[in-house]
């Protein structure tokens, strides 16, 4: 018997034993809308959530009917979050409706596939140049990727990017983002979303920083 069969072995004896095993070991997050069973093989141990579904009104509309009585609808871009029972976090799944493509992204990589997007929208709408992210640097030893204003007293500072701001203070509350905005009133739409926008930047960056991090470690 290989090491891996007798693996599968032990888990299905465990959860004949207790048909909540799984579930006890890993509980549904909040976003799971699965119905799960105790009973579930190991490979059907999986969280995961409602689809959020995009019409992609340009592309060719693929036929939901037959050749003969054909019902055109249009092809939807789709993502939800997946976590199979023993992965550390979730992740993406970002696929389309007519099962040409899935791509399967760690948090951090779908946030920064969500902030080229926006970054594209922005740019497209607004006919503007598009903003390269800060490079390093550094000039301090154990400084952040992204500090091109490093301060006395060791905190790294990522200098104002379109209204926002990073800082890192290993000592205080490590990776901080920093904004202010003009008046107590409402924001228009473009200045509200170009807001949104550095502040989703100074957070990819502190998320990339984290990575190397921990990469750099091992
Ligand atoms: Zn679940
Ligand atoms: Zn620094």
């Known amino acids: 018997m290989s090491i891996s069969t007798s693996a599968r072995t032990r888990v299905d004896d465990a959860s004949a034993v207790s048909?909540?095993?799984?579930?006890?070991?890993?509980?549904?997050?909040?976003?799971?809308?699965?119905?799960?069973?105790?009973?579930?093989?190991?490979?059907?141990?999986?969280?995961?959530?409602?689809?959020?579904?995009?019409?992609l009104q340009t592309m060719p509309?693929?036929?939901?009917?037959?050749?003969?009585?054909?019902?055109?609808?249009?092809?939807?871009?789709?993502?939800?979050?997946?976590?199979?029972?023993?992965e550390g976090e979730p992740r993406v799944c970002f696929a389309d409706s007519s099962d040409k493509a899935t791509y399967y992204m760690t948090l951090d990589e779908a946030q920064e596939i969500a902030f080229h997007l926006l970054t594209?929208?922005?740019?497209?709408?607004?006919?503007?140049?598009?903003?390269?992210?800060?490079q390093s640097v550094s000039v301090a030893e154990g400084c952040q990727p992204w500090c091109n204003r490093h301060r006395p007293g060791d905190c790294c500072a990522s200098g104002n990017v379109d209204g926002a701001w990073l800082?890192?203070?290993?000592?205080?509350?490590?990776?901080?983002?920093?904004?202010?905005?003009?008046g107590d009133g409402g924001l228009p739409v473009s200045e509200a979303e170009r807001l949104a926008l550095a502040i989703s930047r100074a957070a990819v960056l502190a998320r990339r920083s984290r990575l190397v991090e921990s990469t750099s470690g091992h």
């Open 61 to 86: 509309y693929d036929n939901y009917g037959t050749d003969g009585n054909p019902r055109y609808r249009p092809c939807q871009a789709m993502a939800n979050l997946v976590q199979h029972y023993r």
């Open 167 to 182: 800082t890192y203070d290993d000592e205080q509350d490590g990776a901080l983002i920093w904004f202010h905005t003009s």
């Open 120 to 134: 594209l929208v922005a740019a497209g709408r607004n006919r503007a140049e598009i903003g390269e992210i800060p």
């Open 19 to 55: 048909p909540a095993g799984w579930l006890s070991v890993s509980m549904c997050p909040a976003w799971c809308s699965d119905s799960h069973n105790g009973m579930d093989y190991p490979e059907d141990r999986e969280h995961g959530c409602r689809y959020l579904e995009t019409d």
